[in-house]
């Protein structure tokens, strides 16, 4: 089990979250602010079985569209094994 | 070991580096060692500004989310912060520095008093409660 923590920009937000949860990801988003100039952003945390991670990050790639301003990044992407996983 | 500057050393620097174009040439970005750590720094409210810049300063990204907690249940802010391992105990000596352990006052009701006389008692709020995960994988699109 992995958990992936990837922080989006805020408007791509909608269209990532429906993409998961289309693809059967569970996401949780949280809001959060920095990175990309210090504007808002959103983090989503993903948890996903191993096998999973590399197709979690394709819909995460797609469904981020890459800003005007350059130097700033679509999303930052961290995956962190998990030791314990439980859905209650 | 870098030594600490004060915050407005800090300031200053952080505004240089704002002057500068966002863009950075691909060779210096591809220089950087690799994220292979998420550091979770809980630091209290007051204490995020000079915490972020030092972070900031060391040119490492910060992600701030809101959050609370502890035991008086008070705002405090979460930083997510990727950093290469060499990285790690600099980044902590920071928040060690900047993030300081305070005294605050609860007013608790003098007990075996007929009337709720407020009493101030004295909580040591802690400084910063940091988490280090390993990361196994970190892209940046």
């Known amino acids: 089990m992995k958990m992936i923590i990837a922080i989006i920009r805020d408007s791509d937000n909608e269209s990532v979250s429906q993409a998961l949860v289309t693809n059967s990801f569970r996401v949780t988003r949280i809001a959060s602010t920095g990175g990309f100039l210090r504007r808002g952003s959103s983090t989503l945390m993903i948890g996903v079985e191993d096998e999973k991670v590399d197709a979690a990050i394709q819909v995460i790639k797609e469904n981020t569209t890459s800003p005007e301003e350059s130097g700033t990044k679509r999303a930052t992407l961290f995956v962190i094994p998990v030791e314990h996983y439980t859905q209650v | ?141």
């Open chain 2, 1 to 141: 070991m870098q030594e600490f500057h004060s915050p407005e050393e800090i300031r200053s620097q952080v505004r240089e580096g704002d002057s500068t174009p966002p863009t950075q040439p691909a060779g210096e970005e591809g220089s950087r060692p690799p994220v292979r750590m998420l550091m979770l720094a809980i630091v209290q409210y007051q204490d995020q500004k000079k915490a972020v810049q030092v972070l900031d300063s060391m040119g490492l990204t910060v992600i701030r989310l809101a959050s609370s907690g502890a035991f008086l249940g008070r705002r405090n802010v979460t930083l997510m912060v990727g950093l290469p391992p060499e990285q790690l105990e600099e980044a902590v000596k920071a928040i060690h520095q900047y993030c300081h352990q305070r005294v605050e006052y609860v007013s608790t009701p003098l007990e075996g008093a007929p009337m709720p006389i407020p009493l101030a008692t004295p909580i040591t709020v802690g400084g910063a409660t940091v988490f280090t995960l390993e990361v196994d994988r970190f892209e940046e699109l």
